[in-house]
């Protein structure tokens, strides 16, 4: 049986390092999933600070959509992140954000009947004010529900707030 543990906040609001300190306190050896996609030199400065934090004890792996093609069972599995996971979907399917919700729902319950325990790591994008850009706004909405699907099936839920955790769930 899967264990979820979803992390969320704000941007830099400690996540990531939570998330890694977290994997590492379960397992000698967790699996990093990173889900991005490089768009631009700024990103992969950002993606390159990501692996330099992780030392020799990370299993790496880099998968932008389909996650569940990959055995997990028996694992500490670190997914960052779910924005970047969303994001994939939801250009690859055309911004179509009914589409691309449930595809990702189809492939987060794939995912997670793997006997594993899995940390997912979002944003909450939908805190700050509304967009003038309806592809943001779209984008907002389906990040919105695709963390609401994940929140209400995690066994765990915190919430980072200036770099500390806020166990929710």
């Not at 998330?19 to 590492?24: C, D, G, Q």
């Not at 779910?82 to 994939?88: C, G, Q, Y």
């Not at 939801?90 to 899995?118: G, I, M, N, T, Y």
């Not at 309806?134 to 995690?154: C, D, P, S």
């Amino acid at each position: 049986m899967s264990y979820i543990h979803l992390i969320t906040g704000g941007e830099r609001s400690g996540k990531s390092t939570f998330a890694e300190e977290t994997a590492l306190s379960l397992s000698p050896r967790p699996l990093y999933v990173a889900t991005a996609r490089i768009w631009d030199d700024e990103f992969a400065r950002r993606v390159e600070r990501h692996q330099e934090r992780r030392t020799e004890h990370w299993d790496n792996l880099e998968e932008e959509t389909q996650l569940s093609r990959h055995d997990f069972t028996g694992r500490v599995v670190l997914i960052d992140c779910v924005t970047l996971w969303a994001t994939n979907f939801f250009f690859d399917l055309e911004s179509d954000v009914e589409h691309a919700l449930e595809a990702l729902k189809e492939e987060f319950d794939r995912l997670v009947q793997q006997d594993a325990h899995f940390i997912f790591v979002t944003n909450e994008i939908g805190m700050g004010g509304v967009s003038e850009h309806k592809l943001q706004r779209q984008f907002t909405e389906l990040q919105g529900w695709i963390n609401q699907y994940i929140a209400q099936r995690a066994d765990r839920l915190s919430l980072m707030v200036c770099g500390i955790p806020m166990e929710v769930k």
